[in-house]
């Protein structure tokens, strides 16, 4: 983008035949790639595991894989890191890895379930968890609104290592959506503001249902390249 002036003189002007050469200081898109971390907190609702299965040997005398209501999780912080890269030909699109870790500790709670010719309700025990992911995602940035307010979204796929504290850590795969947006503080720092939704299927001491929870999250980010606007000299000629 050039800013064209008429008739102004500037120092270290240079006359050339009838024509004077100015050199005027504009502001400009960088054209290279970008290198961005992230550190960040917030709050997470997981709210229940859905189409839950228990095994137990004390629960209603012993089940083995028996259905039961939704099972209730505890509201619990957050806290995650991030490192991603936006492209040089398409600086709109870039990929990111995102960890982050959790404590949606299961509550104490009556259940009600079945299995074929019975059907039971008991208490299940409290138990700590932990939830840690791990997700690489696509983004997709709008472009500015302004110099300092940049929207951006996507989705990922990855990771869920869970813990509980009766069980070793278990493995599955699973979907994170988010949706944010970031206010450039400097040309190298930004806060940032994210909601994240994620989905996978979690199996931990005997326990299996289908995990949905939502985040909330803000943190700041660093720019390892700048991307924000920079100065650039162009020449304009009248």
Partial sequence: D????????????QAVGAQTQV??????????????????????????????TVSSSTIAGGVRDARV?????EDSTVWGAKVGYFFTKSPWIGVETDLYTLRPDLKEQVTVGGVPGRAFADTLPPMALR??????????????????FQPYGGFGYGAFMTTSSQSKTSISPG??????????????????????????TLTFSGVEGTYSTQIFVFGLMWHFKANPPSAVTDAVQR
Avoid: C
Wanted: no cysteine; net charge negative; charged share 15%.
């Fill in 23 to 52: 050199r005027v200081p504009v502001f400009a898109p960088s054209a290279h790639a970008e290198w961005y971390a992230g550190a960040y907190g917030g709050l997470a609702n997981p709210g229940g595991l859905s189409n839950a």
């Fill in 2 to 13: 050039v800013e064209l002036v008429q008739g102004v003189e500037a120092p270290g002007a």
């Fill in 131 to 148: 939830v840690t992911t791990g997700v690489v995602n696509l983004i997709i940035r709008s472009p500015a609104i302004n110099e300092r």
């Fill in 175 to 200: 979907l994170n959506m988010f949706a944010g947006a970031r206010y450039v503080l400097t040309e190298k720092l930004a806060l940032f503001g994210e909601f994240k939704f994620n989905r996978s």
């Fill in 69 to 73: 209501i939704d099972i209730e999780l």
